[in-house]
């Protein structure tokens, strides 16, 4: 089974699987095969629509091709994760029925910053030329982080995520920690707590990382050599991990 990613809404997604004998030898998938999408843990409800099976896919026995195209029907929905299975078909006279293929979900692990904020600071910088470096990038799994400095509110810096897509739970009275390591070390450098700063329309969290945190992290002249990871620890005592990543700290000049 592959996974083939969190996917945009109206994605055609293309994958390939083998179908041999046991003794290894190519075999073409036989009975009338038929391949579904299950959406979730719902039952009764699988489809086929958007679905395509090739089997002995450019002439090449026992290679078999599936496409799918997520804006075929409105089953396809941002928000959800899905199963494609194999629910008619052999393998040499033995079903393969129940076979998960590959498991995929629309847009249910996409975070989009606030870019709306984003831009409040940005616009303050004037005509003068600059690069303009927003500790969060647009895609929401970045950070870039200056060794030294105050991320705050008041430094035009805070940390903040926005929850657009409404899947995040319940965050009244959680813990909300945000934690930056070095790639190649089990060390975390730098563990902060945040804020719920908003519930509607959409839930946003802030942490702001004085100068005198980010100063222990490690400097680098090569990008993206920490990662950071936010958790929720919730008032029922589950903890749950949503967001993750990859982090740059830019070093002082000083």
Known sequence: MKHLGNLVFGQIIDFKFPTHKADGTPITLAGTPVV????????????????????DFDGVTGLNHVR??????AFYA???????????????????????????????RFIEPDIAAIKLKTDL????????????TQDGLRLDLNQG???????????????TTDTWPDLTGATLTLSVQLKNSEAIEMEVEGTLVATTPHKRIRFEPPAALTALLSGEFERLQHRFAVTFKLTTGEIVTRLRG???????LD
């Open 125 to 136: 910088l004037g005509t003068a030329a600059a690069t303009v470096r927003a500790p969060v």
């Open 68 to 73: 799918i195209d997520t804006s075929a029907a």
């Open 78 to 108: 941002v928000g959800n994760d899905y199963s494609v299975v194999i629910t008619t078909g052999t393998v040499d006279g033995i079903s393969v029925v129940s076979t998960v293929l590959a498991t995929f979900s629309i847009e249910n």
């Open 246 to 252: 990859d982090a740059t700290v830019w070093p002082r």
């Open 36 to 55: 579904k999408v299950y959406k979730g843990n719902a039952t009764n409800t699988e489809v086929s629509t958007g679905v395509t099976l090739t089997v």
């Open 149 to 163: 400095d105050d991320h705050t509110v008041a430094a035009g810096q805070a940390i903040e995520w926005t929850d």
